[in-house]
Every structure is written in C-alpha cells, then in structure tokens.
C-alpha cells in the first residue's frame, strides 16, 4: 500500500506568491519523520525540510514551512515569496525508524514558478 | 567540497556488459543508501549500508551487487541488464540508519540500457 500521496502532479505559481504542495501519509507507528526533497532538472535531490511526529510546533526553514496535521495525516509543504530557481521537483518523503530509515517517497509534484 | 558525489554522471550499456557506479560521500556519516528513479514512479529504495553492513535489500535482482568497501564509498556493480533498469540511480548518506536522519543525495547516474 503506497504511505505517501501526493495528488498534484503539476503546479503554477507566480513569481513571489506563495504556493502550497499538498502531502498526505498513511501510518499505524508513533514514531516517524517527514522530509521534502527538492529534485532540480540537473537531478539531484535536495533537502528543505524536516518534521519529527512528536514535533508540536512546524518547522520552518527559510521560506519553506512545513504544515503538519497529524490528526489529517498531512504535511504541506508551504513555499513563500516563490522565485524563478524555485522551479523543480517536490517530493514529501516519511522514514520509520525501526526500518534502517527507510524512506518512502511520493510520486512528486512539479512546480514551475512564472515570472 | 560536494557533501556527496556519483561517477560517472551518465552511462550508456549493452545488455552483456558489466560496469559500476561509484558513490563517494565527504559528510562522515555512517549510512549509505542506493535508490533507482523511474519515470513517474516513487523513488524505490534498493540497498541500505550501516557502518559497511548491508542492513536492507528490497528484493533487488541479483544483476544489481552492491558494494561498501567503507564508511565513505559505495558501488554498484551492473550485469546483465535488462532495458527497463534504464532510470537515475541516486546515492545518499546520512548519519545512522537507526534514527530519522535526513538524507543527503548525490547528483545520481543517469544509466541508459541498450
């Protein structure tokens, strides 16, 4: 059964607007991590943001922020003031850690940001 | 320095060659991943290393052999392919397999069966 859903495979933001990439997962555990990933065209994998389950408040990292229901079995990834080099891949991520931290990825969301 | 680097960056072979894909990661971290990307897919993990033990093996075909001679480096060796292993191979790393660590990428390989 696929953990991590993301339901938008393509998405349009104006340059400095801010732009929601949604995420849902499905697990039984307490314990687990939530990651984005930001994939480039050149194709390497980027780390933007981290969220821990017991975590009670969201985390932020520059102008990414992570909007974490845990009850909904969400975490959105909320990009403010959008830039051009912001256009790329998106992929929401949940690592268990009685698995070796195996990551489980979702399809991805492609964001092109327009000027 | 690149906290983690793959070589070579794209690679094109024939069904009855072998070759290997080089990780090397500069970050001191203690666990090393391989992923396949496929089009339109999940990123599917095949491989995990903890301090050079293989911890995870996701039912990958035998024509894929992993290989962690240490810590720092990774490889994987390639055998008889077939054309739908064509995808980007990704290398990551991250501190310790038993916590939720982030990962660190590399660039990947962008492997091409013929």
């Known amino acids: 059964a696929q953990k991590i859903t993301q339901t938008q495979p393509g998405m349009f933001v104006q340059e400095k607007e801010a732009v929601t990439l949604d995420c849902t997962y499905d697990t039984s555990d307490q314990s687990y991590g939530l990651f984005w990933y930001k994939q480039p065209s050149s194709g390497e994998m980027i780390f933007l943001i981290y969220q821990g389950s017991y975590d009670e408040q969201n985390a932020t990292e520059g102008r990414y922020s992570l909007n974490f229901q845990k009850a909904r079995k969400s975490a959105n990834l909320v990009i403010s003031a959008s830039q051009l080099g912001d256009s790329a891949m998106y992929f929401c991520?949940?690592?268990?850690?009685?698995?070796?931290?195996?990551?489980?990825f979702g399809t991805g969301t492609s964001l092109t940001v327009i000027p | 320095e690149t906290g983690v680097t793959q070589t070579p960056r794209h690679l094109v072979m024939g069904m009855t060659n072998k070759k290997s894909l080089k990780c090397e990661q500069h970050l001191g971290h203690n666990a090393m991943y391989w992923y396949k990307q496929s089009a339109k897919k999940p990123l599917e993990l095949m491989f995990v290393y903890s301090l050079e033990e293989r911890v995870e093996n996701n039912s990958v075909p035998s024509r894929f052999s992993p290989e962690c001679p240490n810590s720092s480096h990774l490889f994987l060796h390639l055998h008889t392919l077939q054309p739908e292993d064509s995808a980007l191979y990704l290398c990551a790393s991250s501190q310790g397999p038993g916590d939720m660590y982030e990962q660190y990428f590399g660039p990947g390989t962008r492997l091409t069966v013929t």
């Open positions: 991520a949940m690592s268990y850690p009685n698995t070796g931290n195996q990551f489980y």
